[in-house]
Structures are given as structure tokens and as C-alpha cells.
């Protein structure tokens, strides 16, 4: 086991995306095949910008980035999107490192799932994964109002997790996720160098 947490915290919480799960590389096909369908292109530059944030807020600046108002909306291009995501769901998997963390302390400290996915893929990546079975407490795009860097979604886990933030250590590969936790008063983790990310 490479890497551990840090003596004292009394919580674990990881985002899933490119965290928990290798999923990055099919996310970014899917947008990419989504804007095409649409007459647009977006790089990986745009998508490690927006890394952490839900795929309608994705959606939303990819209409303003590459003016389709007036021909697409929101919804269109996130449905195309989870449609493609999902035909490539299947091939996913879990992040070695990062998961060796999970079955350490699994039953020994409280963990969550701090994630900016839509709960459907997000359980759908859990199980096929096979970590559903570690997290009880799972905080997606679809329970928050407010979303990465926003602390909301750490906040929330925290909640339901009854531990003091500055007690909880925050497992995520994104800026937005980074800056969410650290806000949020907690202690923040960069997987980012934990793997070779192919995308």
C-alpha cells in the first residue's frame, strides 16, 4: 500500500470520478461524441477545467463556449452525453490506490462518496466497480444545491457522517474538488499523482 491517511482524521471522503473510479477517459468520449452530434468541440483542456462539476452546469458552457443557443439545449447535450457515457460504463475500473484506502478502513472510520455525477451513473459506476458495498453515504449533483468549488457536497457528507469537518480528509483529483474541501474546512487530498491517467 503506497499511501495512507493522515494520523488523526476521523473521516474519509472521495470523490468518485477519476478518485475512485478510471472513469475520465469515457466521460470525455462521451461530451466529445455529444458536441459533435451538435456541431461543436470541446478539448481536454475544457473538460479538466470543469472537472467536479455536474454535467448540466458541463453542458451549460459548452453552449456559450461554442454558441449553439439558438440549436441545442442543456438537457439535449446531457442526455446525448450520459447515452454515450453509458455504452462505455461497462469498462470502467476502480483506481488501485485509492481503493486499497477504502478496504483499509472500511468499518474502522465513517466514509463517503463526495461526488458532482448524476446519481444514476454514479451507482451504475459503484457497482460495476465493485465498491458499492464500502459507502452507505452517497452525496451526488442531485442532493446539493450548490456544487464544486461550493462546499456543500463535503459539508453534507460530513452531516451525515456526524464528524467535524477539520477531522475529515477529502480524497479528489480535481481543482474544484480541492478548493471545495479546503473551503469546507477539511483536509484535501490530490490523487492525480497516485496513477497514469490516460486521457
Known amino acids: 500500500m503506497l499511501h495512507d491517511i ?3 482524521i476521523k473521516g474519509l471522503i472521495f470523490d468518485l470520478d477519476g478518485t475512485l473510479a478510471d472513469t475520465m477517459p469515457y466521460h470525455f468520449k462521451g461530451w466529445r461524441k455529444a458536441c459533435q452530434k451538435f456541431g461543436a468541440e470541446i478539448d481536454t483542456d ?3 477545467k470543469h472537472t467536479g ?4 452546469l458541463i453542458a451549460e458552457e459548452i ?5 449553439l443557443e439558438k440549436s441545442v439545449t442543456i438537457d439535449q447535450i446531457v442526455e446525448e452525453k450520459l447515452f454515450e457515457f453509458s455504452k462505455d460504463q461497462h469498462r470502467v475500473k476502480p483506481i488501485i490506490p485509492v481503493v486499497e484506502i477504502v478496504k483499509k478502513y472500511h468499518g474502522v472510520l465513517p466514509m463517503a462518496v463526495g461526488t458532482g455525477g448524476h446519481r444514476e451513473a454514479v451507482e451504475r459506476t459503484l457497482i460495476i466497480t465493485g465498491l458499492r458495498k464500502y459507502f452507505d453515504i ?3 449533483a442531485n442532493d446539493v444545491d450548490n456544487f464544486k468549488p461550493h462546499p456543500e457536497t463535503f459539508l453534507k457528507c460530513a452531516r451525515l457522517m456526524n464528524i467535524a469537518p477539520e477531522f475529515i480528509e477529502v480524497f479528489e483529483d480535481g481543482d474544484l474538488g480541492i478548493a471545495a474541501a479546503k473551503t469546507a474546512g477539511m483536509i484535501a487530498t490530490d490523487v492525480r499523482t497516485w496513477y497514469d491517467s490516460n486521457w
Not at 53 to 56: E, K
Not at 63 to 67: A, D, T
Open 138 to 140: 452517497i452525496v451526488t
Open 46 to 48: 475544457f473538460l479538466r
Open 53 to 56: 462539476s455536474p454535467g448540466w
Open 6 to 8: 493522515i494520523p488523526g
Open 63 to 67: 453552449i456559450k463556449k461554442c454558441n
